[in-house]
């Protein structure tokens, strides 16, 4: 499934490539002045350290995509190979084992694979994961307390008797954080738009809507 | 499940504009650029779009943000649809876009997608999705314009050969106010009125703007000349999450003393670009905003529709919208 291909490409020449990740360090230092410090201070140490930074910087300025990412889910950081043409979803359910993500159209259209980036929803299965490296990651694992309480909406819908076949549920478990941290006491009306990317096809939108409601100590 | 997996291709994520312009530049054809990506991953995962190197715009900074202006207010192309929709200047000055934008998709979609990217999409004829070789995909045959095929969601106005109509629920808006659309490429800037940005087969059939393969749109430029106007957006669908407008109509008016002294109305849906409804506004400006008035605006904007075989429905939806429209309820 996932071809192994190569993935870096040297975008620029390399003369070229030097002086950008010059600039990139710092664009008052031209690169004889900077190989003069260098020489002056005779600090060979630091200078292996820049040196190795101008190879970051590069990927950087050119936009290259480097394979292994860090990325911060659940309030861990995961160090992950990812592919270029990865979606978070799998990489999330695939290769970080979180099978609270759910791939159900992989389409955008169902809301089985909602994960929260930074505290907003998001359909996972329809983002490159390198495009979430700098972000805050939260999957349904994420949610209860380390020592296994359930988050107050997860508490919510299971005495609502929210779900029914379960399948949907962490994608409406998630949607419904995400709403109540922008708006903590919705209309039903707000609740239901909010909730409006999530599909269940068990039909127990009202349960999910009253357990939200009960959270927000509308009930 | 899962259908199939995108093909390989290069990913770069420039954070400068410098960079994505020239990468651009390198790929050509084979370039794709990548803004909130909804559509983008659909396309490759149904393997029928698939370019050597995506180019993903969402690092570059420039490309983002609401910022007021002399004349009115700037968009980068690249602001996410929620954050249009719930921007406090946009809701009080220019409510229709906010409207608009908040009709689009579902809320995660609106999360990632972009002004930008939802205004330039692509046709959504299931014919030409699927990867059947249709004008627009570089063939010599319209699937869709046949006397068995599926055309409900199909044009009523302008088929040059390709019958597809224009998805987006913010185009239509942006025309409306008169938006101007700001271009960049490795050689330079240009700037292109809303109404003229998005083109029609009869201009080029594999392409539903002007935006060629190594140029980005930057900006969205909305002038003060509606702003605070009396707005009117309604979107008919066949579900009221995700899906694409079947007719939808945006508008704008001042009212003097009951008379209609200024307006600008579009539909979406009805042709391959947000259809510009110059007749009515010719016919109702100067008129008293009435049922009669309406009546009339209704019938003269369907006037010269040319059903397909499954779309006649839209003939008297699209009549009753701007009817709506102009009487604002």
């Known amino acids: 499934m996932f071809d192994q291909k190569e993935l870096r490409r040297d975008p620029v020449p390399a003369e070229q490539a030097e002086n950008r990740s010059m600039s990139a360090l710092n664009p008052n230092i031209s690169r004889r002045d900077f190989i003069k410090g ?24 050119s936009g290259t995509v480097e394979r292994l990412v860090s990325l911060n889910v659940n309030g861990q950081v995961r160090r992950v190979d990812v592919l270029p043409n990865e979606t978070l979803a799998m990489t999330l359910r695939y290769k970080l084992g979180l099978t609270g993500v759910k791939l159900s159209c992989d389409r955008a259209e169902c809301g089985a694979c909602t994960v929260l980036l930074d505290d907003m929803d998001f359909y996972s299965c329809s983002m490159l994961t390198h495009s979430v490296r700098n972000r805050k990651i939260i999957t349904v694992e994420g949610l209860s307390s380390p020592s296994g309480k359930l988050h107050p909406v997860q508490q919510a819908f299971v005495d609502e008797l929210g779900p029914q076949c379960g399948f949907c549920t962490p994608g409406q478990v998630l949607s419904a954080v995400a709403l109540l941290k922008v708006n903590p006491k919705p209309t039903r009306e707000e609740a239901a738009l909010a909730m409006s990317g999530n599909l269940c096809r068990c039909g127990a939108y009202d349960h999910y809507l009253k357990a939200i409601m009960r959270v927000a100590g509308g009930v | 499940m899962i259908a199939d997996m995108m093909r390989n291709f290069e990913l770069y994520q420039p954070s400068r504009m410098e960079d994505a312009l020239a990468l651009l530049d390198r790929y050509g054809k084979d370039g794709w650029r990548m803004a909130g990506g909804k559509d983008s991953l659909d396309w490759f995962k149904d393997r029928v779009k698939n370019p050597k190197a995506v180019i993903d715009l969402m690092g570059i900074a420039e490309l983002k943000g609401i910022r007021e202006v002399k004349d009115g207010i700037e968009i ?11 921007h406090p200047l946009i809701q009080k000055q220019y409510g229709l876009l906010a409207t608009a934008a908040r009709r689009v998709a579902s809320p995660q979609i609106r999360n990632a997608g972009t002004l930008g990217g939802n205004a330039a999409q692509d046709a959504r004829c299931w014919y030409y999705r699927d990867g059947f070789p249709c004008y627009r995909a570089g063939g010599n045959t319209c699937y869709a314009d046949t006397p068995e095929a599926m055309n409900r969601e199909h044009t009523l106005f302008g088929a040059d050969r390709c019958v597809a109509v224009t998805p987006s629920d913010t185009a239509p808006v942006l025309v409306v106010l008169g938006a101007k659309m700001v271009i960049r490429s490795s050689k330079g800037e240009r700037v292109v009125e809303a109404k003229d940005f998005f083109i029609g087969p009869g201009v080029d059939i594999t392409r539903m703007t002007v935006l060629e393969p190594e140029e980005i749109l930057t900006t969205i430029q909305i002038p003060k000349t509606w702003a605070g106007a009396q707005f009117f957006f309604e979107k008919i669908a066949d579900r009221q999450t995700w899906d694409f407008a079947l007719v939808s109509v945006a508008s704008a008016m001042f009212i003097k003393g009951g008379v209609i002294d200024r307006i600008s109305i579009a539909c979406g849906g009805v042709e391959c670009v947000p259809r510009h409804l110059k007749v009515v506004e010719d016919i109702v400006r100067g008129e008293k905003q009435s049922e009669e008035t309406a009546d009339l605006a209704g019938q003269a904007a ?27 309820a």
């Open chain 2, 76 to 86: 980068g192309a690249l602001t996410t649809l929620t954050e249009v929709e719930k």
């Open chain 1, 38 to 61: 260098v020489i002056c201070s005779g600090a060979t140490v630091a200078a292996a350290g820049y040196m190795l930074q101008g190879g970051q910087a590069l990927a950087a300025a």
């Open chain 2, 302 to 328: 369907v006037r010269g529709a040319i059903p397909l075989n499954y779309n006649h429905f839209k003939v008297p939806l699209m009549q009753n919208l701007v009817k709506r429209a102009i009487r604002s």
